[in-house]
């Protein structure tokens, strides 16, 4: 299980990283930047940080982060 504060701090590293490559996000989307780490509690080596950028029945826009 992440504790809050580590998918807090892997958010905003997430969201760096995301304005980096040149995409504009805003902080709602900041927000809503999810932190997986598979149940493997190993999140810099086995994680990933999602975020849905579009999603509709036909399709699902996502970027994903990984450390």
Known sequence: MILR???KKAQTRAAA???????????????KID???????????????ILTMVQTDR?????LVLF
Do not use: C, P
């Open 59 to 63: 399709i699902s826009v996502k970027l």
């Open 17 to 31: 990283f995301i304005q980096k490559a040149g995409v504009q996000i805003t902080n709602g989307e900041i927000e």
């Open 35 to 49: 932190t997986v780490d598979f149940g493997l509690d190993h999140l810099e080596t086995e994680g990933a940080e």
């Open 5 to 7: 504060s580590v998918a």
